[in-house]
């Protein structure tokens, strides 16, 4: 922006006419041809009286020059050497920082309509509280006996063709839908570390067809109900997934995401699973434990790991740093809602869903 053609001090008109101006270097009267002034100078310079100062009378100190036997050893043997790779824990065992979250996906994106919809939904349908399920109910999460809800927004096939395996294949008009177990896999009643002493993972795996296209429209995750079926899994609140069209991690995150793994590809086998352990708020960091850790002062650890081929590819912390104000909160993710297994789909992909253990091609 401009506030004038001339700043402060610049305008020249101020000079005109003998004019004083504060902001102008000093004219040299004589050598601009000017003349007359008020001032008279002194014609002679006389030095002053007495003789020159002499450089003698600054003599050093009295004695000898300090010499270098004066600094003698401090008595006693030399100290030891300082183990200071012991006293300084290796930052490389540390978890490397969080990424940022992106503001979009760089593959697939929903309409901003969809995303204040699904917000709205949730916040008439509030987060319910955990469930005591029968001995049968638990039994049947034991073996993998787990059925699944067919969302209305989904279009397509979706079978079991044996105990413990769904499979679907949905068509290429098929819209945003998030397939969900009919029980937890994560019971707080039966399994929570924090009643049980023990530790407790929840997990599963999804089969992508070898004849599936390049790109894998499905996502996979944990959600603590209820939760919006006509939404991919990770968008709201109490819901985690890993995107397989763009490899990022969703966490209650209705934007972008952030990046975790590379796309899914056909013919893979890919699992996520939870971790949940009881933690010792007083025991310092382990820095040499590799898996990733929290500053969080939360009863339960909780780590989502994904797998692809049965080997685990990577994995977060539940609590990790991240940023405070894109970041939204983990409510629901942490161990005291009970959490079902959450598998969305959109346009065309073709997969199976496995709940039997005997199946997997990880074991956790």
């Known amino acids: 922006?401009?506030?004038?053609?001339?700043?402060?001090?610049?305008?020249?008109?101020?000079?005109?006419n003998g004019d004083y101006e504060p902001n102008s270097r000093p004219v040299d009267q004589k050598s601009s041809g000017q003349l007359g002034t008020s001032v008279k100078m002194p014609n002679e310079y006389a030095p002053p009286p007495g003789p020159p100062p002499s450089h003698t009378e600054y003599a050093p100190p009295s004695g000898p020059p300090a010499g270098h036997d004066d600094y003698a050893a401090p008595p006693g043997p030399p100290p030891s050497h300082?183990?200071?790779?012991?006293?300084?824990?290796?930052?490389?065992?540390?978890?490397?920082?969080?990424?940022?979250?992106?503001?979009?996906?760089?593959?697939?994106?929903?309409?901003?309509?969809?995303?204040?919809?699904?917000?709205?939904?949730?916040q008439q349908n509030p987060l319910t509280q955990p469930i005591t399920f029968p001995e049968a109910a638990?039994?049947?999460?034991?073996?993998?006996?787990?059925?699944?809800?067919?969302?209305?927004?989904?279009?397509?096939?979706?079978?079991?063709?044996?105990?413990?395996?769904?499979?679907?294949?949905?068509?290429?008009?098929?819209?945003d839908s998030c397939i969900m177990s009919t029980v937890p896999l994560y019971s707080v009643m039966a399994q929570s570390p924090l009643r049980t002493g023990r530790g407790k993972t929840a997990y599963y795996e999804v089969r992508i067809a070898k004849r599936n296209r390049s790109e894998v429209?499905?996502?996979?995750?944990?959600?603590?109900?209820?939760?919006?079926?006509?939404?991919?899994?990770?968008?709201?609140?109490?819901?985690?997934?890993?995107h397989g069209d763009d490899g990022s991690k969703y966490i209650n995150d209705r934007w972008g995401g952030?990046?975790?793994?590379?796309?899914?590809?056909?013919?893979?086998?890919?699992?996520?699973?939870?971790?949940?352990?009881?933690?010792?708020?007083?025991?310092?960091?382990?820095?040499?434990?590799?898996?990733?850790?929290?500053?969080?002062?939360?009863?339960?650890?909780?780590?989502?790991?994904?797998?692809?081929?049965?080997?685990?590819?990577?994995?977060?912390?539940?609590?990790?740093?991240?940023?405070?104000?894109?970041?939204?909160p983990v409510d629901g993710l942490e161990g005291y809602n009970d959490l079902y297994a959450v598998v969305g789909t959109f346009e065309g992909v073709e997969f199976e869903i496995v709940f039997n253990e005997g199946e997997w091609m990880y074991h956790p």
């Open 258 to 328: 952030k990046d975790f793994t590379s796309p899914f590809k056909p013919g893979e086998t890919l699992g996520i699973g939870m971790r949940f352990t009881k933690r010792d708020l007083s025991a310092p960091p382990a820095y040499d434990d590799v898996r990733p850790q929290t500053q969080a002062q939360t009863p339960l650890d909780v780590e989502i790991f994904l797998t692809r081929d049965g080997s685990v590819a990577g994995s977060w912390n539940l609590h990790e740093e991240g940023d405070a104000v894109e970041d939204l």
């Open 217 to 242: 429209s499905l996502a996979m995750g944990f959600a603590a109900p209820p939760y919006p079926t006509f939404r991919l899994p990770g968008w709201h609140r109490g819901c985690l997934a890993v």
């Open 82 to 122: 300082h183990d200071w790779q012991t006293a300084v824990p290796d930052t490389s065992l540390l978890p490397p920082p969080p990424s940022m979250g992106n503001q979009q996906s760089r593959t697939n994106n929903a309409t901003e309509q969809e995303a204040e919809q699904g917000e709205a939904w949730c």
């Open 1 to 16: 922006m401009c506030f004038g053609s001339n700043l402060k001090g610049e305008d020249p008109s101020s000079r005109l």
């Open 138 to 175: 638990l039994e049947a999460i034991s073996q993998g006996n787990i059925g699944v809800t067919k969302p209305r927004t989904y279009q397509g096939t979706l079978e079991r063709p044996r105990p413990g395996v769904w499979a679907g294949k949905t068509k290429t008009t098929s819209p």
